[in-house]
């Protein structure tokens, strides 16, 4: 979307390297959240986000309101890493999404 | 736990011909539901909203409408289906009091319109 840029679009990782995805904002977000999209379509909730930073396992978000971005860091990619990652973004109760990160994790 | 369900899995329509979508949610009272749309490729678009029963807020009109007959049913429906109809549906529930808090989504429905 215009309102929420990804990138980048499109990224390759070799099993056990490490990446991050970004986005930024030409809105106000209040929160962001982040998912990942898995090939048979599901939308898995992976972080939700005031500003600040949360960690889980593998993965680690940070929401920087000031400069309006929110990064996602993936450590150690597997296989199963792989997908479609989504960030959105919530501003006056109304959700802006990205256009994706196309995430390929090779062997 | 709450859950989730979509209905069908997948459909394959004529042009012209009617769609009714469902989506149920369980162990989980009042919720904010949401149906989205996504193009083959895409991004996702939020399509309605819904905050209690019998209430439904338009975001983008696609020639779909949406109803919420029940506190945990929200239902997407058209009575001529078009060929930009063809994609992805998805319903969503939302945790808190605001609208588009943490979402949760279904596994969506997969729709081709021929």
């Known amino acids: 979307g215009d309102k929420v840029k990804q990138s980048p679009s499109a990224l390759s990782l070799q099993e056990g390297t490490n990446s991050a995805l970004r986005c930024n904002f030409s809105?106000?977000?209040?929160?962001v959240q982040w998912f990942l999209q898995n090939p048979r379509g599901s939308l898995i909730n992976l972080f939700y986000l005031v500003p600040g930073t949360k960690e889980n396992g593998r993965l680690k978000s940070t929401f920087n309101s000031k400069e309006s971005y929110s990064t996602l860091h993936i450590r150690d990619a597997q296989l199963e890493d792989s997908g479609t990652y989504f960030c959105?973004?919530?501003?006056?109760?109304?959700?802006?999404f990205g256009d994706g990160t196309q995430l390929v994790v090779k062997p | 736990a709450q859950t989730i369900h979509q209905w069908p899995v997948a459909e394959i329509k004529a042009v012209g011909s009617p769609l009714s979508l469902g989506c149920t949610i369980k162990g989980k009272s009042s919720p904010n539901l949401y149906w989205y749309w996504q193009a083959t490729g895409g991004t996702l678009q939020q399509l309605f909203y819904?905050?209690?029963?019998?209430?439904v807020e338009s975001v983008v009109q696609l020639n779909l409408s949406a109803s919420r007959p029940k506190d945990d049913q929200f239902i997407l429906s058209t009575e001529k289906l078009l060929l930009s109809h063809s994609g992805f549906y998805l319903c969503?529930?939302?945790?808190?009091?605001?609208?588009?808090?943490?979402?949760?989504f279904g596994h969506g429905t997969k729709l081709s319109v021929l």
């Open positions: 809105i106000a977000a209040t929160t």
């Open positions: 969503a529930w939302s945790l808190g009091e605001g609208l588009n808090e943490r979402l949760f």
């Open positions: 819904s905050i209690t029963v019998g209430q």
């Open positions: 959105a973004a919530n501003n006056n109760n109304r959700i802006f």
